[in-house]
């Protein structure tokens, strides 16, 4: 079995297959705006996020007073 070059990670950068995205920045609590090359033109759209961190083990959210999930 061949092993997945780093941009082929789903974990780290996703399922998406989107084309052209140039920037990504937060729009708000719950949301992104993302830059998109579309020919010659530069778009917008705005999309829902959900913020996450990567954790080795649960113990370390020890005290951390926000919901999370596992």
Not at 36 to 50: A, I, M
């Amino acid at each position: 079995m061949k092993p997945l070059a780093l941009e082929e990670s789903e974990v780290l950068f996703g399922s998406d297959p989107l084309q052209g995205i140039v920037a990504v920045e937060p729009s708000g609590d719950k949301t992104m705006r993302l830059f998109l090359r579309s020919g010659k033109k530069l778009v917008t759209q705005e999309e829902p996020f959900v913020s996450f961190i990567l954790v080795e083990d649960e113990k370390l959210m020890k005290g951390f007073k926000n919901p999370y999930r596992v």
